[in-house]
Every structure is written in structure tokens, then in C-alpha cells.
């Protein structure tokens, strides 16, 4: 059955990209968000994990048995803006409406600028 | 077996790289820096001092102005722009606050030095009275360290002027003038960088980011006092596992922090901005000069849509204030932010160039923040990654950008820039950034007085010769 919650559909579309355009946007910079499993939040919908590689997009449901690296939580009309690519991860954090824990900043904001790049990347 | 050998089974090994610091700041003279580098250092001086003038005319300036005076007084260095002189610390945060209050500053590598290390310098100097030789020396000092620290950090989680390095150079800088000795200049960096200042994101939309270089330089200057009377400091605080770097930094690559020290001069890669607003979004910025000079201000009400197409960063800094509750404009005009959160922001800074035909200070006055073409411009800006700007920046540091504009008719009109104007690979005469950056500040004989003497900083025998061309006579 078709995932249609905002971080179903949202990731499913972020993976697809990211799996034809991500190669891109890659630098030595951005890499430690690779490899990496992100858990995300919605409030109302069953938490989903993402991981990504050089190459490939990995979606899923969260295991809540194991822990991930960092986890990035917020409202249903933050993802919206989240996934459109008009806002990053990091505009809501500084809207203040997630959580920015100092031991996963910065793997957030790599994370951040490559969902966003990614996103208003031209197919 | 002793310590070193188990330190070196370990890989914990670890050059001396606070007294190596500490040696080539002790040592340097103007003599041993080759002619490119003291020509662009003076640059650098010239380029910065600009910056500040054009700074001091920003609100925020007034109040460091009068919230410094509790650091005391005496008559000591200069504020520049301003008629009256204050202790160096204060007078160090003074100019480097106004000297990135419409972030109008520099990078070296990828450390915006020029607003920690010129402020620096000049104030110490002037407390010193020492010659325009040494004042440059001392601020090339700064750049070769802050260069090989940012370099260090880079993989930590700051970036660009928000990388917490500067409390490592700004003592180094200071003591340099003061004539401290090795260990006394270690002793200065131990005590400037003991309580490591990192900066909290979130201040970067308010008057507040003013002090990523501003708290460093006062600091500097006190800490390099304090080992002048005998502090007693660590003599490895920049490289030890419990010290600044590791403090500030989830990973330091210490391979980075001697490398060429004395014989790469890191002070040659300075990029220096024509334009206020974050470095990202310069390109833009010229663009949209450009399409203002090929259609005129009164066109821009024929614009329907914005596209600015950039790398990944250039979105990541210009939306990161747009999520505020209210907006961010709503929070300025109530003063609750500043207009700092703009300096970022390259949709505002493009809309602000092309209804304006330039961008200075004044664009960054509510006046021109609220004017409604502007405003109705900022609200129409799009943004998407250009995939080759992209690579570009991450292989070669290409600030690239492309603005289109999208008329009612549907027509689209566009420019592109590769690379930033100041970049080292496309310089421009820094005299224009001071003169412009002087223009309501300082009357213009005194302001190419004032760039003159600059200009030629190494015949200087008192810096407070130059101070006194910085402080305006009546007009």
C-alpha cells in the first residue's frame, strides 16, 4: 500500500532524487552526512529513517530498537515547507520550532543543505 | 618506555603548534614578508577600515559606541569614523563590530580574519605606537594563523565567519606588538582561548553577530596584557585533545596547522567583498546591479518573478531566517531582530541591488528594508541549484550565481558572474571599497588622506599618524 504521509511521500520523492541527481551535489565537505541513518518525526504519522550513500537512498519505517544518529522532528506545515525545498531543516530549527542538540549539529546541517540543494535541484 | 613513546605508539603525537605560533609571531619583521604579501595585507587594512566607516553609520554602532565606555577610558585608539579615542580593547571591539555590522569583511582561506586582526592591530598599535611596518607584519601574523586554524576546522560544524578560531590569532596579533616573548605570547594564546566562544546560530539575525570577531579582539588584547604581567597559561592550549580546537571542533585535522608556516603565505589567498552581504550572495549581487544599469529602477515594477540560480550554500544561508514566527521583516521593524538576518539573505540583497542600482549600508536602514518595491521584490525571489556553480564552489571556491527575471510580458532577462568581484582570482582596487565605505563618514580630502597614508602604511613611523586621518575633522 502507497505511504501517503507527509515523510512517506516527502522521502520517497527526496530518495528518488538523490538516487538520479545526488552524485551532484557531492562534496568532501557535505560527506559525513552520508552513511548516516536520520530518523524523522511528524507529529500524527509513524516516524521514518533515512540513510544515504555515495549512490543510493534508503527509506524506512524507524526501528525504535535502534538508535540513530541524530533524529529531526517537527510539524506537518514545517515538513511541507521542508519537502517543497522552499525552507531547509535548518529554518525551522532557527524558526524554533525543532530540536538542534549540539552532538548532531553538524551532520544536520550537512543533511540540511543537501535535502534543500537536492530538492531545487531542476530534474 | 617514556611519555613521548607511548604518545607515539598511540598516534597521539602532536607538534608543538601553540609555541611554533608563538616563535613565528615573536620573530616575523616587515623585512622577512615577501612584497605580494605586505601588498595585500595593506590592502587588507585598507579594505577593512572602509568596512568599519561604513559600519559606524549603522545604528548598532552607536550603542557599542556608548555601551563600550564601560571598559573605561584614556585616549589610546582610535574608533573609526569617530571623533574620540578609547582604551585599545575598546576600541578593538568597537571596529571589528562596525567592521562586519553589514558583514563587509574578508576571508582568508576560509577564516574572515580582516575584522579580528586589522581592528587588532591598529588598536594595539596605536597603544604602542608602533610603526606602520610592524601594524602590517602583525596582521599578517593574524591571517597566517587564523588561515591554518579555520583550515583545521573545517570539517567541524561551523562555517564561514562563524568558525571559532579567532581567540587563537588575536592574541598572537596583539602580543606581536606588545613585544611579548615566546612564552609569553603561548601564555596569551592559553588565556584568550581558554573560555572557547562559540557562537550560537540563532544570533546571526540579530546586532548580536557583531561580536564573532568583536569578543575575540577586545579579548586578545587583554589576554596578551595579562601574560605581559606574568599570567601563568598552558603552552599548548591550540593543540592539545582537551584544548581550543578540540573544544570548538568535533574533528581538527592537526596536519593542517604548521603547514608552510613562514614559507606558504596564506595571507595571498585574501578574497575581499566589493559588496556587503554574506560572501555567497555576492555574485548575485553584481548581477543584479547590472540588470539594474540595463533597465533602469522604474522596470523592476515589470517583474514578475526572480530566479536566482546558485550552489546549494547560496539557499542554505539565504532561507535560513524564513521560518520565523512572526517574519523576519516584522520582527526588524519592531526591533526585535536587526537587519543582520538580511546580510544573509541573497533574494533581499538582489531585490534591494536592482530597485537601488547599488548596495551599501544604507540598503540595510529600515528605509530601504520597508520601501515597498523592495519588499514586494524580496517576496517574488526563487531559488534553484545550479549543479555546475555547485561543484564549482566545492573544487575551487567559485562563488557563482545567475539572476533571471521573469517580466509580465514573458520575456526573461538574466546575468550570470562565475566568481565573486574580490575574490583572488578576480581582484578590484580596495582605494574604491575604502572611499565608498568613507563617502559620509570621513570629508573627502581627509578620506583620501586618510587612504593614502594607508597606502603606504611601511613609511608610517606612529600608526597614531594614520589614527588621527581616521577621526573626522569637522566637515
Known sequence: ?123 | MGASDIQQAQGLAREPVTMEYARFAAGLGYDALPEAVAAVAKDQILATIGSCLAGSRMPGAESLRRGSRILGSGEAATLFGLPEKVPAPAAALYNAGTGQIIEWDDWVLISHTGACVVPTAFATGEACRSSGRDVVTAVVIGNEVAGRTSRAIQRGAYLGNGMPNHQAEASLVAGHLMRLDPIALARSVSHSAYLAMENCFLGWASDSKVLVNGLPAMWGIVSANLAKEGLIGNLDMIEHPAGYLATVSEEVDHSELLKGLGQDWYTLTLNTKRYPSCAYNLAAIESAITLNERLGSEATRRIRKIVIQCPGVTIYVSGRYHGFEPDIRELIRDDKLSHMGLCFDAGYAVAAALVDGKLTYKQFLKERIFDPEVARLHGIVEYRTDPDMQKAYYKDYQYGSRVELHMEDGSVLHEERKQLLGARDRTFDHVEKFMEGAEDVLPHAQACEAAEALRSLEKVQDINEVGALLRPRNR
Open chain 1, 1 to 123: 500500500m502507497q505511504d501517503d504521509t507527509i515523510l512517506g511521500t516527502g522521502l520517497r520523492t527526496l530518495a528518488q532524487r538523490w538516487e538520479r541527481n545526488g552524485y551532484q551535489l557531492m562534496s568532501r565537505r557535505l560527506e559525513g552526512a552520508l552513511g548516516r541513518e536520520f530518523r524523522f518525526e511528524c507529529a500524527g504519522e509513524p516516524a521514518m529513517s533515512l540513510m544515504l550513500t555515495a549512490k543510493t537512498a534508503a527509506i524506512g519505517p524507524a526501528d525504535p530498537a535502534q538508535p540513530a544518529y541524530a533524529t529531526i522532528a517537527m510539524g506537518p506545515g514545517d515538513w511541507k515547507q521542508v519537502f517543497s525545498g522552499k525552507w531547509s531543516v535548518m529554518t525551522v530549527i532557527l524558526g524554533g520550532r525543532s530540536n538542534f542538540p549540539k552532538h548532531e549539529r553538524r551532520y544536520i546541517m550537512q543533511l540540511s543543505m543537501l535535502m534543500q540543494a537536492l530538492l531545487l535541484l531542476e530534474a
